[in-house]
């Protein structure tokens, strides 16, 4: 089943248009019905004391994540909030990329259970989060 254009739209401009995404560099690549992948480039900016990637990094970015995999089913305009996020650090890294890819294991009339895997450029698994998001209104 395809995403429909319009849809895909709004939520490639509301990552597009979030403050927070920008500072980040967050980036949106695919999305379906369920599911979004996203990039995070990995800048000095985004760095821990140790020179690796920052864990909070990756846990906004697998939050994100879901959140857009989430509004490819109830709409960009849908108000939802994140209730728990729970997240397994697997291993580290210091420079390229991190690709998250998202899916909604169970949708609710209020609440959605969502998973992600991230990963670096050459597959290398970084994390593994599940995220619980409230679905505020339609």
Avoid: C, F, W
């Amino acid at each position: 089943m395809a995403l429909d254009p319009l849809r895909r739209e709004e939520i490639e401009e509301l990552v597009r248009r979030q403050p927070y995404l920008q500072l980040l560099g967050v980036e949106l690549a695919a999305l379906a019905p369920g599911y979004a992948k996203m990039r995070l480039p990995i800048t000095e900016r985004l760095a821990n004391i140790y020179a690796g990637l920052h864990g909070g990094a990756l846990s906004s970015l697998a939050d994100t994540a879901v959140a857009q995999a989430l509004r490819t089913l109830v709409g960009a305009q849908a108000r939802t909030t994140t209730v728990e996020l729970n997240i397994t650090y697997l291993s580290g890294t210091t420079e390229g990329e991190v690709i998250a890819e998202a899916r909604i294991l169970r949708q609710g009339k209020t609440l959605a259970v969502g998973e992600v895997d991230l990963h670096d450029g050459k597959g290398k698994a970084l994390a593994r989060a599940r995220v619980t998001y409230m679905i505020v209104a339609s």
